[in-house]
Structures are given as structure tokens and as C-alpha cells.
């Protein structure tokens, strides 16, 4: 669970916020939490969000615009925040798309 801890910090979110993005309901949650670890489908997110994480400090300018970004409703997600739009491989794929076109000044 200490990827979940720093992934935690990473994005600035509280435990029940990222424990929801990963699917994880609060007892699931407790119970992760005495195993120390987490199953397949979950740590694929995790790694994702990491990995979008990234991402957006890069195109973004650093850490701080990273985590806003990522947490605030984008019209380009209909609304949803890019974290929530990218619960699947596929929407994570789109918001990758959309931070490069950021990056490079591409207006969509």
C-alpha cells in the first residue's frame, strides 16, 4: 500500500477520493489496507494515473498544474474531471491526447 500512499500525495487527493477512482469501496479500502496490497485491476490504475500524472506536469509546467488540472471538469470530458474520464485505458488514452495537444499549443 505505500504505492497508494505516495499516489496519494502525488495527486493531492484524500484516501476515500483515490479509493474510489481505483473502484475500491471504503471496506475494500480497510481491507487493502491490512493486507498491504492491492489487486491486479487496481494497481493498472494506480500505474495509470501515475503515469497521467506525469504527463500533465510535463505539459502543464510542473506538479502543482498537474493535480488542478486533473481534478477540475474539462469541457473536453463533457464535464468530468480528467482523473474520472480516464477510469479506462481508453479514456485514459484520450486525455493523454489532449495534454499532448496542450503541450504543443494545438487548439481543439
Known sequence: MAEFRTTRELLGLN???LAALLGMSR??????????????????????????????ATALGGAD???????????????????????TEIGAREVEAL???LQHGVFS
Open 99 to 101: 495534454l499532448g495537444r
Open 15 to 17: 484516501e476515500e477520493r
Open 27 to 56: 471496506a475494500t479500502l480497510h481491507r487493502r489496507k491490512k493486507t498491504g496490497h492491492l489487486d491486479r485491476a487496481e494497481s493498472d490504475r494506480l500505474v495509470r494515473f501515475v503515469r497521467l500524472f506525469s504527463r500533465a
Open 65 to 87: 498544474g498537474a493535480r488542478s488540472w486533473l481534478v477540475s471538469p474539462a469541457v473536453a470530458f463533457h464535464g468530468e474531471c480528467p482523473l474520472d474520464f480516464a477510469n
